[in-house]
T-cell receptor, first 114, second 113 residues
Framework: KNQVEQSPQSLIILEGKNCTLQ??????????LRWYKQDTGRGPVSLTIMTFSENTKSNGRYTATLDADTKQSSLHITASQLSDSASYICVPFSPSGGYQKVTFGTGTKLQVIP | EAQVTQNPRYLITVTGKKLTVTCSQN?????MSWYRQDPGLGLRQIYYSMNVEVTDKGDVPEGYKVSRKEKRNFPLILESPSPNQTSLYFC????????????FGDGTRLSIL
């Protein structure tokens, strides 16, 4: 069964500091991996997508990395802001014959404090 | 404004009383999906639809029904709700499939007593 494990489960950091969130997955075959940000009380919003051939991709202060060989991805947040407080969810995608099921990670809950 | 709209946002009801959660998108997306989110668990897919009149089960379809009579609407039906269906529900849509960014509604919090 495809699994997605994210760590840490929760994290508290001071405003302005950096942090890195981890995602390990067992999805196979693997096509791409997407990171979502979910603010409290809202639906998730796509942050970035990594295809199997990409190692690093940036979206403003967010930088995602991918190692398809070890099935690991990370999301690095630089110079954190209070608005970064949210859950970050990792979603790997497996193109299994057009199957449209998807497995979401349980997320890392980030709290940025002043 | 491009959006996915769910109604109601909150609902408290009793076991066995049929209910429907509506979902509508205005982006002309082919793909729509329903998820439930429970504490400590990731979003779990209930049903999805690739196009009008095409629906399929996700990972946790038991106790739920869906229909896709029009492209923009994808209602979730609980014929006989039970307390274990108390959860936060999200509807999502994307242009053609789950491989593309999904746009989520703001969620429906259901409490079944």
């Amino acid at each position: 069964k495809n699994q997605v494990e994210q760590s840490p489960q929760s994290l508290i950091i001071l405003e302005g500091k950096n942090c890195t969130l981890q995602c390990n997955y067992t999805v196979s075959p693997f096509s791409n991996l997407r990171w979502y940000k979910q603010d409290t009380g809202r639906g998730p919003v796509s942050l970035t997508i990594m295809t199997f051939s990409e190692n690093t991709k940036s979206n403003g202060r967010y930088t995602a990395t991918l190692d398809a060989d070890t099935k690991q991805s990370s999301l690095h947040i630089t110079a954190s802001q209070l608005s970064d407080s949210a859950s970050y969810i990792c979603v790997p995608f497996s193109p299994s014959g057009g199957y449209q099921k998807v497995t979401f990670g349980t997320g890392t809950k980030l709290q940025v404090i002043p | 404004e491009a959006q996915v709209t769910q109604n109601p946002r909150y609902l408290i009801t009793v076991t066995g009383k049929k209910l429907t959660v509506t979902c509508s998108q205005n982006m002309n997306h082919e793909y729509m999906s329903w998820y439930r989110q429970d504490p400590g668990l990731g979003l779990r897919q209930i049903y999805y639809s690739m196009n009008v009149e095409v629906t399929d089960k996700g990972d946790v379809p038991e106790g739920y029904k869906v229909s896709r009579k029009e492209k923009r609407n994808f209602p979730l039906i609980l014929e006989s709700p039970s307390p274990n269906q108390t959860s936060l529900y999200f509807c999502a849509s994307s242009l053609e499939g789950v491989n593309q960014p999904q746009h989520f509604g703001d969620g429906t919090r259901l409490s079944i007593l």
